[in-house]
């Protein structure tokens, strides 16, 4: 670049706002008086001499910097820099813009010829009027240069890099008073304030403080620390805006942790891959953003995690019952699972849910308490399910008491005071009405619907594509089964002798259920007086129980078949037992035990040897022994002997035959002969008749009657039942 120019290049330079001829050129020059001035100079190099050249910083500011502004060049090369992750975004913007603003100054210098100093103070005048053509963000970050600016990052350049990246920002972090006061505590207990009610303003924050810590804080300083005032209340409002930023995602933690799981924990997705059809499921509830002409019902929700195809279930209350019955259509409509991952609430955690999957051999997982997102993929298609299906339909109440507010805003005070909730969201759709739309959005819209999880795929697709087995149910019916209720928690009961208790009714078991025996109750859900009986583990059906009043049969009929089975149940059980009874007689065990012990009786004892032990009262008791001589007998005593005597010569009073030597088959045979004289008539003498109403009012005449009586048809020459 020339610094030096003729008028005739002044004018050849057609600079805006300048003279384009020569003599136009002359007159500014005459007018300014540029002749008279130190920059201009007689030609050099040309013989006999003649004219003026003049320099450039004679030229307005706007032609100077116009025509210098043509020599700065913007290479490629100026914008590769190199990275360290060590800086910040900010520092590394900064650091990049001043390597390029180094770049082009150095490049504009070598082309002017200008010294380092001149070069500089022109550049600064040419960026300053935007004449460099650099980014944008360039200039974003660099406002302005100066001689001293450039030469400044020139030095910090050859030393560092890196040095020349700043963030104005970080510069400026921690040095407030707040931030610095009591040691960073005075900081953390408005934090503190702020996460315990984020509705508290800064002058309530400020107050708290002032209970806290007093109306002068202790600030660290760089001459040591000091007592400062408490900073007034447009201090606390800066810091807190600050730190409500800074802090956003800690607070947020901690005031709103719904908020926090949905915008800022991390999510993994597709963390838990599947890679089976039917290999897990997920399900939960939620109730339902519409409301229906039977009153405001709950979703319930299965998801098959490898082909994310849905199955859903409106019911009226979140209870075990439903989650039975969604299970129950998903396993006719998919098949059986390997796992199922639900939450811990008590409609999932119950025992007819936890039943009813072991008897099914699925497994159950629980996520951990307040965790949604171990199962978010069902959540996140309830909240599709919200969004897409029950927007549209009438009786859409919102997505939160925000958007119900805004609903019900949409008509007058007037018009709405006094309407209830069915005419105020224009209820149509029955429940069932609801059931219908939402298996028609399941099949038929969200089945049909690309998913990105599925790179694009459809879950119809997924699920259809799958060539693997699939488990499934052989008998519908026995769900019906397992789905019945179960009295009380876990539906085990045990048979008395009046049957199964199960609300205050007794139910008979038909099936020969004996008394003491513990089983499974079911009640038939078709016949409220039935119940089906199953082992304790639920593997083994046994048969019914019914209760003749519920069930309207006729109860003496039922008390007869019950006694029948019970009677052939223990004679089949007690025929063999007889049989061998009859060997066994009372010197049989008593025989055994003398064998048993027989060797024992040649076995000695060691003798050993004896102290005598004697007390005082021991020998006070011998003394007792030691009988003196008998006397000889008085006159009045031999007197009373002799007329004892003859009174025992009278004749003796009757004695009674005593019957305890009888066995106890005579003793029953003889109340059968007393029975047989009653019956015809002949009467007994009173012993007989006491002794035999007392014999039968005992338990051994009741148990040979008992037995005599089953004999009896044998006798007949009839066998028994």
Request: glycine share 6%.
């Amino acid at each position: 670049m020339k610094l030096w120019l003729t008028a005739q290049e002044l004018a050849d330079l057609g600079l805006d706002g300048f003279p384009a001829t020569k003599r136009g050129v002359h007159k500014v020059i005459e007018r300014e008086g540029w002749g008279e001035t130190d920059l201009a100079r007689k030609r050099e190099g040309r013989a006999g001499g003649g004219g003026f050249e003049f320099h450039i910083d004679l030229l307005p500011l706007p032609q100077r910097l116009a025509y210098a502004g043509s020599f700065v060049r913007i290479e490629q090369s100026d914008f590769l820099n190199e990275t360290d992750v060590s800086l910040t975004t900010a520092e590394r913007t900064a650091r990049d813009a001043k390597v390029i603003v180094l770049k082009v100054a150095e490049r504009f210098r070598k082309t002017c010829g200008m010294g380092a100093t001149a070069s500089d103070h022109l550049f600064s005048e040419l960026y300053l009027a935007g004449e460099v053509p650099v980014p944008g963000w360039v200039t974003d970050a660099i406002k302005r240069v100066s001689i001293r600016t450039l030469a400044r990052w020139r030095r910090q350049m050859r030393l560092d890099i890196n040095r020349l990246g700043s963030d104005a920002s970080k510069a400026r972090k921690g040095t407030g008073v707040l931030e610095r006061a009591e040691g960073g505590r005075l900081k953390n207990y408005c934090l503190a304030v702020h996460a315990s009610n984020q509705f508290l303003s800064a002058k309530h924050i400020r107050h708290t403080a002032l209970a806290e810590f007093g109306e002068t804080i202790l600030v660290e300083t760089t001459r040591g620390q000091k007592r400062v005032p408490m900073p007034p209340l447009r201090t606390f409002q800066n810091a807190l805006k600050g730190w409500k930023s800074e802090y956003r995602n800690e607070l947020l933690k901690i005031t709103d942790p719904d908020a926090y799981r949905s915008h800022v924990q991390f999510a993994m997705t597709g963390a838990h891959r599947v890679e089976r059809l039917n290999q897990k499921w997920e399900i939960d509830a939620s109730p339902v953003d519409a409301m229906t002409t039977d009153g405001r019902k709950n979703l319930y929700m299965a998801i098959d995690l490898y082909s994310r195809r849905v199955v859903l279930l409106i019911s009226d209350t979140a209870r075990a019952s439903a989650v039975g019955l969604l299970i129950r259509k998903c396993l006719l409509e998919w098949g059986v699972p390997e796992l199922i991952k639900t939450d811990n609430g008590a409609d999932f955690a119950a025992r007819a849910t936890v039943r009813l999957l072991d008897a099914l051999g699925i497994e159950q997982e629980f996520s951990a308490p307040y965790t949604p997102q171990q199962k978010g993929t069902v959540e996140r298609v309830i909240g599709t399910f919200q969004r897409d299906c029950c927007a549209p339909l009438p009786g859409f109440v919102g997505h939160s008491v925000a958007d119900r507010k805004v609903i019900e805003a949409r008509r007058q005070f007037s018009d709405r005071l006094g309407t209830d909730d069915a005419k105020m969201f224009q209820v149509e759709l029955s429940a069932g009405d609801l059931q219908i739309e939402a298996d028609r959005w399941a099949r038929e819209q969200y089945a049909h619907s690309p998913h990105e999880s599925l790179k694009r795929r459809t879950p119809f697709q997924i699920a259809n594509s799958w060539t693997g087995d699939v488990r499934a149910i052989k008998d519908p019916e026995c769900l019906d089964v397992l789905l019945a209720p179960v009295p009380g928690k876990d539906g085990l009961r045990k048979v008395t002798k009046q049957g199964v208790k199960v609300d205050r009714e007794y139910y008979l078991p038909v099936c020969g259920v004996m008394p003491g025996a513990e089983v499974l109750c079911r009640h038939d859900p078709s016949d409220i007086g039935r119940l089906w009986l199953f082992e304790p583990d639920g593997e083994m059906y046994l048969g019914e129980a019914v209760n003749p009043d519920l069930a309207g049969l006729d109860p003496v009929h039922v008390a007869a078949r019950v006694k029948a089975l019970q009677k052939a149940h223990e004679s089949e059980k007690l025929a063999e037992i007889r049989k061998e009874k009859r060997k066994i007689t009372p010197r049989t065990v008593l025989e055994a035990q003398r064998s048993a012990y027989a060797q024992s009786a040649s076995v000695l004892a060691f003798p050993q040897r004896r102290e005598p032990h004697v007390t005082p009262k021991s020998l006070a008791a011998a003394d007792v022994k030691k009988r003196p001589e008998p006397r000889a007998l008085s006159d009045a005593e031999q007197q009373m002997m002799e007329s004892l005597k003859a009174d025992a010569g009278q004749a003796p009073a009757p004695v009674h035959k005593l019957q305890s030597m009888e066995t106890p088959e005579a003793r029953f045979k003889r109340a059968l002969a007393f029975e047989a004289r009653l019956a015809q008539g002949q009467a007994l003498s009173d012993d007989d008749a006491l002794w035999l109403t007392a014999y039968q009012a005992g338990p051994e005449y009741r148990a040979h009657r008992l037995i005599w009586e089953d004999r009896k048809p044998q006798r007949n020459g009839v066998s028994p039942a």
